[in-house]
């Protein structure tokens, strides 16, 4: 496995543009690093990028997700002079946003501004007393209208063995599928295999629940970003970055199966790939969507441990990606049996 490869994957994923709900841009750009690598790619009504490998005869139908849409902000009205006011798409804090910049589809950048003569000026500002400021002199002057969406600006940083970068949530997990996916290119795997990068995740899990409907997998695994406990006066937390890849214990979205979870843990030890256990007391991610499909799936989440989630910088430790695709090439590479 070489890192500079997923090093310039994870690059160039997290510097693409792709909001919940506009993920065409992120979606050719995954799509053009997949393509080679499987036997059929496919786009579903909501926008899933869904690729599929086919395995062994009598291969268990492996699904494997992570989600390609990235928070952001959504135009909601732009005033007489040209400065727009916003909603947010998925989850962003006032604290992280103020200063900063978003881009929009087509390239134009906005500044995020505050008001100045707020009421409540001595505490944390609302999201609707922040606007943005795109160099517009009037609402018909303005080059942004309402409904259309920016995602933060920030380039990608690599500093000793940490990545930072916006929108790390999920696009490292993105990057970790097709890592796997490149190291499967020229070995065999038992499964009959779907690697789904998902959309509208960060609105509601939405892409990963149709696309587990139509494909109606036997297990399937997200690969998404957990929280730490390991910055100042952080929540007691026991994930750490730089200690492996996580494997989910539970969330506020869902109890990860037994079978997925020991699945997990025993190919990782076998393998002596360092692992962490992830007990995530807030957010979920798409396996809990796939969890509940159907008569319900077996499902469970290999997690990137990330500082900082949801903000314009967020970061992850080189190790602990590198070392999440050898655990997946271990789970692709074998039957999905476990010891009890
Ligand atoms: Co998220
Ligand atoms: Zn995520």
């Known amino acids: 496995m070489q890192t500079e490869n997923i090093q310039e994957l994870t690059r160039k994923f997290v510097e693409s543009y792709g909001p919940s709900g506009a993920e065409d841009q992120i979606r050719d750009v995954i799509r053009a690093e997949v393509e080679s690598l499987v ?31 990235e928070i952001g902000v959504m135009v909601t009205y732009v005033d007489e002079k040209g400065f727009a006011r916003f909603t947010p798409i998925g989850g962003i804090n006032p604290l992280t946003c103020i200063g900063g910049r978003v881009m929009f589809a087509s390239g134009v950048v906005g500044v995020i501004g505050v008001e100045q003569k707020r009421d409540n000026a001595d505490k944390i500002p609302q999201i609707n007393q922040l606007y943005l400021d795109v160099g517009g002199a009037s609402r018909d002057d303005c080059p942004v209208q309402v409904g259309d969406a920016g995602v933060f600006v920030r380039p990608f940083a690599a500093q000793g063995s940490r990545w930072i970068a916006k929108a790390m949530d999920d696009r490292i997990g993105c990057a970790v599928l097709v890592a796997a996916l490149q190291e ?39 690969v998404d970003v957990t929280g730490t406990g390991d910055t100042p006066e952080s929540r007691h937390m026991a994930v750490k970055l730089g200690a492996g890849p996580a494997v989910k214990i539970q969330d506020a979205g869902m109890i ?25 007391t807030g957010g979920s991610t798409d396996a809990a969507a796939m969890q509940l499909t159907r008569a319900g799936v077996p499902a469970g989440c290999l997690s990137i441990p990330c500082r900082y989630i949801h903000s314009p910088s967020e970061m992850v430790d080189r190790r602990d990606v590198e070392n999440g695709v050898r655990l997946l090439v271990e789970v692709l590479r074998q039957a999905l049996s476990v010891e009890s």
Do not use: C, W
């Not at 909501?46 to 139908?61: A, F, P, V």
């Not at 995740?201 to 695994?221: F, K, M, N």
């Not at 699945?263 to 007990?279: D, S």
């Open 39 to 69: 036997d059929e790619v496919r786009v579903d009504a909501l926008g899933n990028l869904i690729t599929h490998k086919t395995g062994d005869e009598g291969g268990q139908r492996l699904l494997l997700a992570a989600h390609m849409d």
């Open 256 to 280: 990860a199966h037994p079978m997925v979870r020991n699945l997990l843990v025993q190919r990782a030890e076998a393998a002596e790939i360092p692992y962490q256990l992830e007990v995530l």
């Open 184 to 222: 499967m290119a020229d070995q065999d795997s038992p499964h009959d295999l779907y690697v789904v990068f998902s959309v509208q995740e960060e609105v509601g899990l939405r892409g990963a629940r149709t696309s587990a409907y139509g494909i109606d997998p036997d297990v399937a695994i997200a």
